[in-house]
Nanobody, 115 residues
Framework: QVRLVESGGGLVHPGESLRLSCEVP????????MAWYRQPSVGQRELVAD???????DYVESVKGRFTISRDVTKNTVYLQMSNLRPDDTAVYYC?????????WGQGTQVTVSS
């Protein structure tokens, strides 16, 4: 069973930046739109950003202007560059295809923003 592998999370202060990475099997990467999702300790998992196979992107309103999703076709990797992080960005971040498919959920990577 294929699962996607996220990395790059950590503990940062408000205003700082992080870059998340997601390694994707080539057969998945070349076919699907990809996305980043997040789930806080209390609350539902939400879509944060998505990117089409041609590079068209979309973002949830709360991260527009702060986060950038991208995909590297040479590395079959999807990135989420997060800047000006806020405490309410604290969550476990997951990558998946878009729309998400259950069997691709991985362990996620924890992002904690705290002073």
């Amino acid at each position: 069973q294929v699962r996607l592998v996220e990395s790059g999370g950590g503990l940062v202060h408000p205003g700082e930046s992080l870059r998340l990475s997601c390694e994707v099997p080539e057969n998945v990467f070349n076919i699907y739109h990809m996305a980043w999702y997040r789930q806080p300790s209390v609350g539902q998992r939400e879509l944060v950003a998505d990117i089409s196979t041609t590079g068209v992107t979309d973002y949830v309103e709360s991260v527009k202007g702060r986060f950038t999703i991208s995909r590297d076709v040479t590395k079959n990797t999807v990135y989420l560059q997060m800047s000006n992080l806020r405490p309410d960005d604290t969550a476990v971040y997951y990558c998946n295809v878009f729309p998400a498919l259950r069997h691709y959920w991985g362990q996620g990577t924890q992002v904690t923003v705290s002073s």
